[in-house]
């Protein structure tokens, strides 16, 4: 007998119109005190605990002939009674959530991630196992195809069959889709890199794939090489409004408007497209970034529960820093574009007030029950460790940029950690990143990061910017739907004036929700949740509430009324100037000749520097 892995998975999506898969999990020989298997609470690179388990419909076992007895022990976890001979465990998983999380299953596709289908074998987790991934019964499904970076046992290239993995963890790290979707192909780095779009589309696939390969090219001159890998994939799925990405170790998920798609004929780099390439660019420089240069308390990952970190700022904030970067380096946007788009994230982290009452080292420990499970007060109570993360990581480059005359930059730092582990698959340690940038740079950050991690001050980004010929420049919002990132072109003489709240964007109805720090809105008591539907008598809707505030003066107060849940209730609301929290970036037309090439360098990469 050949040596054969003793864990063999086989999923057929048995119900699609169901949406359920159905799993068989065969242990040739398992443990003789009885086999205990799991499902992971969480899915890595989503920090929050989902409970996949709880999508699981029915699980039974079975030895040869005989049914065994099987024990539920937990919330996910199942102690199959002790058997003489293989075990096998079959149960039905319910497949009906379209994100990248998660798992889907229709007459129209079918998507999983591990985490959603395959029981850990405990005490097994380590070693190889097979997947069969079968063909859905019937017609209407001879022509669907597989595509996943799951290396193949005997499957053909996009056909169904055999896959193997070294262990769990590579199992569930594999996303996989089926059904008929369209594929483009392209090299970087020496490995095919497939782009699989599912979902109704008119996408110009040939022009995406010389995008991609652009951005995945900076990427891999950034840290060097790419890691050793078969082929890459990026699986993005297409629907009418959605957005999202989860990062894996060699390939991506990517969920998108199909509006965020390039079309045929059309040239330039629209809003649209630009959102896309940067998603692309986020997600591929995780397959460094997190996916092998991992926090410490990520090695390995513990699926049962929440894993705590104060790090996710250097593992989400950097490569947000780097993803958009990423596109002015590959010359993908321009320098304007790119400055408007930090403009934007400027103006995201200026416009919560919780940025000064939150650290990123804690917004990063407390990923699993804060930055995950937002509610109405999260402007006012928390900050997001990717966009400030992406602001640190901007004055940390600034900063050693400027301190070492040019010599030294954050993409050094970058590579270090690679080098030292992310090649090695060694943790990294709290602390480590703070060290390894001193060590790198001959500089002493200590005060920086103290400041910057694990304080609640503005970052000093405008003396960084300026040194590079970019001013930064502070104007209240023109209006609500204003993200910053340009100038007003708002033609009205005085600020806007605003409640300080935040529309819920559903309907006609001014539904608040979100109330906001500093506004009259909060200091009268208007709640979120509460439905404006008068202003001094006159009824007002999301359409026309912030024209009508406009016919009033700065200091004005306002009669509101609103309904809380079914109760009319009265509001002195007094009018306030928006403030100052949007941002936008110039380009200095007089810079010196030093400054344009620092500039030039930041920008365009270590390749213009010369
Ligand atoms: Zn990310």
Redesign the pocket.
Known sequence: MTEFPSVRYKIVPSDPAAHLFRVTCVIVDPDPTGQVVSLPAWIP?SYMIRDFAKNVVWLRARCGDSEVVVDKVDKQTWRCASCDGGLVIEYEVYAWDLSVRAAHLDQTHGYFNGTSLFVRVQGRDQEPCLLEIRQPAGDQYRRWRVATALPAAGAEPYGFGTYAAADYDELIDHPVEMGEFSLATFEAGGVPHDIVVTGRHRADLERMCRDFKNVCAQHIALFGDLPPMQRYVFLIMAVGEGYG?L?HRASCSLLCSRNNLPRVGRAGVSDDYRELLGLVS??YF?TWN?KRIKPAAFVPYDLDRENYTRQLWAF?GV??YYDDLGLARAGLIEAKSYLELLGQTITRVQRGSGRLKQSIADSSFDAWTKFYKQDENAPNAIVSYYTKGALVALALDLTIRRDTGGNKSLDDVMRALWHRYGKSGRGVPEGAIEQLADEVTGLHLASFFDRALRGTDDLDLTPLLSELGVELRLRPADSAKDKGGRPSDSKRERPLLVLGVRLNGVGDRAQLAQVLDGGGAQAAGLAAGDAVIAIDGIRVDAKNLEAMLQTYEAGDCVRVHAFRRDELLEFEVELRAAPADTCFLELSPEVSAEARQRQASWLEGDAAAG
């Open positions: 690179g990405g990062e986020h997600e995780h997190v989400e490569t947000s």
